[in-house]
């Protein structure tokens, strides 16, 4: 049984990124596929889906500052989108029952809620794989995201407890303790190097928060989140969320399967389904509006509403409680599973293009901007420094050091991590936050003082992105950009790409000549 789904998995995942859709997508198919010639799921997969969630709030809560998630536009967001979606999706339902359309006219007021509720949440899943597949998780648009997320799966929560009657037991208030403790934890982080052990510490403290969290009956999955942001601002957070990007995205599939095996639709099931995708354009409208009134800038509105536009897999979560109590039938379990995959599909395809349909329709989408921007989304520019390096990771920090010694007071770094700039500001190092991707940025740069521009970014994609939209505000300075191997070397530099080093060669170059320093004359002499 186990190779069966790893081969259909493998077939569809491979038969999807064929037609440039995401391989999840082929995931969610070769479930169907699996159910409808007679597999049932086993404890395999199951165990692989709670593993792949608990793993994936853990590495959110890496990557989250506390900071984030009390922002106006975050918990206002949040919490009056959810507000509206309740209040008008339920007034759409009763209409609904008056088409008499079949499976909506048996359902009552408290079912109508239910399942408005359920589908108020957007897919943590879904997002947070788009926004890594884009690299554009630490971006303005991806942080509100990931933020609204983390309050709509908050709210998830509160309503199981209240639901199931479970609510934290009276040792819950020990977790505290964890604040004492924390300087010992660290320590003992700090000890455990860069090898094989540093994804097993990442196990340790998803895994081992899961537990904790569930022993005072708090759901485990929120515990792995928050013990992740309690941890984030460790300098080793980023090193084990990288360590486990691989097993995630691996135990990801098993919840990409375990949708499928939710129970076999009838064509009329299929039919209320794509009734309730629907609705994705009025929870983007909210969403649009409701940052746009919060004074966001119009792209990241748009992106994020775009994003969040698809059904959650909490919500089959609260579905699948609700059939058990006997407060939703069964049949609709199935309709919002359906109905869940169909919008994972459609956002994962509409997302590919969304940059592309930015530039194309700007000035509608900027129309209902505010005239005042968030003092976040303002940016000031050197004004005499003409390189600029952006993505100031591993590779940016080298050639900033590097450049700093040969040119100083001519190079400043940007990147889209603010926490990143804030920490590269302490140590004296010129940085900025800004979005690179972002055609808004480009238009408040003044191009004509930059000279040379370095994309130190481990995306091709991104690296496309930002040269289309320097093409686009007519930049006329010279472009270079990295690459881990040949065919992608080949492709910037038909895109337009001035100069595109190869990652491993170049690291092979630099470690050559300074080497050569050690090499005395008297040594060649010898040889």
Request: charged share 15%.
């Amino acid at each position: 049984m186990d190779f069966i789904w790893i081969l259909f998995a493998f077939i569809c995942g491979i038969a999807a990124k064929t037609v440039s859709l995401p391989p999840s997508i082929g995931y969610l198919l070769a479930g169907f596929l699996l159910h409808f010639i007679g597999f049932q799921a086993d404890d395999t997969i199951t165990e692989l889906a709670n593993l792949g969630i608990t793993l994936m709030l853990f590495t959110i809560g890496l990557k989250l500052n506390i900071n984030d998630l009390i922002k106006t536009e975050v918990w206002a967001g949040s919490l009056t989108h959810t507000s509206l979606w309740i209040l008008i999706g339920t007034i759409l339902f009763k209409l609904f029952l008056l088409m008499s359309i079949t499976f909506f006219s048996d359902l009552t007021l408290s079912t109508s809620l239910i399942i408005v509720f359920a589908l108020s949440f957007s897919s943590t899943v879904c997002v947070v794989k788009l926004l890594e597949d884009h690299g554009e998780l630490k971006t303005r648009h991806g942080k509100l995201a990931v933020s609204i997320l983390v309050m709509q799966d908050v709210m998830a929560v509160l309503f199981l407890v209240a639901a199931t009657g479970k609510f934290p037991s009276y040792w819950a208030g020990l977790l505290l303790l964890l604040f004492l403790i924390k300087p010992l934890i660290y320590k003992l982080i700090d000890n455990v190097g860069h090898g094989e052990l540093i994804p097993l510490t990442g196990f340790f403290l998803a895994f081992g928060s899961y537990e904790l969290f569930e022993l005072v009956n708090i759901k485990g999955d929120l515990g792995a989140l928050l013990i992740g942001m309690f941890f984030a601002s460790h300098n080793k957070a980023s090193e084990i969320s990288k360590s486990l990007l691989s097993f995630k995205d691996l135990f990801l599939i098993g919840f990409f399967l375990s949708i499928g095996f939710t129970a076999l639709p009838t064509w009329e099931m299929l039919g209320i389904a794509a009734i309730l995708t629907l609705l994705l354009p009025l929870k983007f409208i909210l969403f649009y509006f409701l940052f746009l009134k919060l004074r966001l800038r119009g792209r990241t509105a748009y992106l994020s509403a775009l994003i969040l536009s698809n059904f959650s897999e909490f919500g089959l979560i609260v579905a699948s409680l609700s059939t058990k109590e006997g407060w939703l039938p069964k049949e609709w379990l199935v309709i919002l599973s359906l109905a869940v995959t169909l919008s994972f599909i459609i956002t994962n395809i509409l997302y590919n293009y969304a940059h592309v349909f930015f530039a194309r329709y700007k000035s509608g989408i900027k129309r209902f901007e505010h005239n005042k921007k968030l003092k976040e989304d303002s940016f000031v520019q050197p004004c005499d420094a003409p390189i600029v390096i952006i993505g100031m990771g591993r590779v940016g920090m080298g050639a900033y050091t590097a450049l700093a010694e040969q040119v100083p007071n001519l190079i400043w770094g940007l990147d889209a991590d603010k926490s990143k700039v804030t920490w590269l500001n302490k140590n004296n190092i010129r940085a900025y936050n800004g979005d690179a991707e972002d055609s808004d940025f480009w238009e408040n740069i003044q191009l004509e003082r930059l000279e040379l521009i370095l994309l130190a970014l481990p995306s091709v994609q991104d690296i496309m992105n930002i040269t289309t939209q320097l093409k686009a505000a007519n930049y006329h300075g010279k472009i270079a950009a990295i690459a881990r191997f040949d065919d992608e070397r080949e492709k910037l530099q038909e895109f337009g790409v001035d100069k595109v080093f190869n990652f491993y060669n170049e690291a092979g170059v630099g470690f050559a000549n300074e080497s050569l320093s050690l090499f005395s004359p008297t040594t060649k002499d010898a040889v």
